[in-house]
């Protein structure tokens, strides 16, 4: 019961923070404050939506509390950049999804601990179970969602300090984002499978493309492998968490 749960209000989290948030807001809410306000609309009004198949009173207690924690964090985290004059860094965005994700998982501890019970409407279970276990399509409906745009950004921040200069030009096709999100959906697939080994394939294949990249350039073969390494890490750690 909890992981599921864990799963369904990661998954409002990820709809909230990545797909109805534009890079436009996420830049302007760091320097005003009525994005941030803005922001946190969106993020209620999307969690209110997404609860109404699984509808009741304590799920939407629960995500009442996720939007309002989700408000304070982001207040706490505009304040603290603001009084200490720091611009967003790779520390303090891993800070603020961490502590996001931190509200995600006690608001599902209580949920849980309350004795309250979490599942489908019957108008929407019955017709979904005929197909599938809802829990597994919920799994995948998360694992669909967190490898795409959410990982995208993450690995960005992260990998954005290592990041030669002479590569520091936008790419206006989305080319490198679009590789990445195919190769975390193919190892999720192999996951899927069982088939482990054939990861190894699938890392060989996209540094065949960069050889001569990699092997003239270090501080490029250095940045170029420590985005890979995060990108499989993620793929496999999402993986677990969802399925």
């Known amino acids: 019961m909890f992981k599921q749960l864990f799963c369904f209000f990661l998954i409002l989290h990820i709809l909230g923070d990545f797909y109805f948030q534009s890079g436009l807001l996420s830049a302007r809410k760091q320097s ?4 941030i306000v803005l922001h946190n609309l969106l993020y ?46 790779a520390g303090i965005y891993v800070l603020d999804q961490f502590l996001h994700l931190l509200c995600v998982a006690n608001v599902a501890i209580l949920f849980v601990s309350h004795g309250y019970r979490f599942s489908l409407l019957p108008q929407i279970r019955n017709p979904i179970s005929v197909m599938a276990d809802p829990g597994i399509l919920l799994g995948w409906a998360g694992l669909a969602l967190t490898v ?11 990998v954005s300090k290592y990041k030669p200069k002479e590569n520091a030009t936008k790419d206006p096709n989305r080319t490198g984002a679009f590789i990445g999100t195919l190769e975390r959906i193919i190892i999720l697939l192999l996951l ?3 088939e482990y080994s054939a990861i190894g ?22 940045y170029y492998l420590l985005g890979t390494l995060l990108s499989t890490l993620y793929a496999i750690a999402s993986y677990f968490v969802f399925m």
């Open 201 to 222: 394939l699938v890392l060989t294949a996209k540094s065949i493309a960069r050889y001569n990249k990699i092997s003239e350039d270090k501080q490029f073969a250095e």
């Open 192 to 194: 899927s499978v069982g």
């Open 44 to 89: 209620f009004l999307i969690s209110f939506l997404c609860i109404i198949p699984v509808w009741s009173v304590p799920v939407l207690i629960s995500a009442g509390i996720l939007a309002l924690l989700h408000f304070i964090v982001d207040n706490v985290l505009f304040l603290y950049t603001k009084s200490e004059n720091i611009r967003q860094n």
């Open 148 to 158: 795409s745009k959410p990982a995208n950004i993450i690995i960005k921040e992260l």
């Open 32 to 35: 005003e404050y009525k994005y």
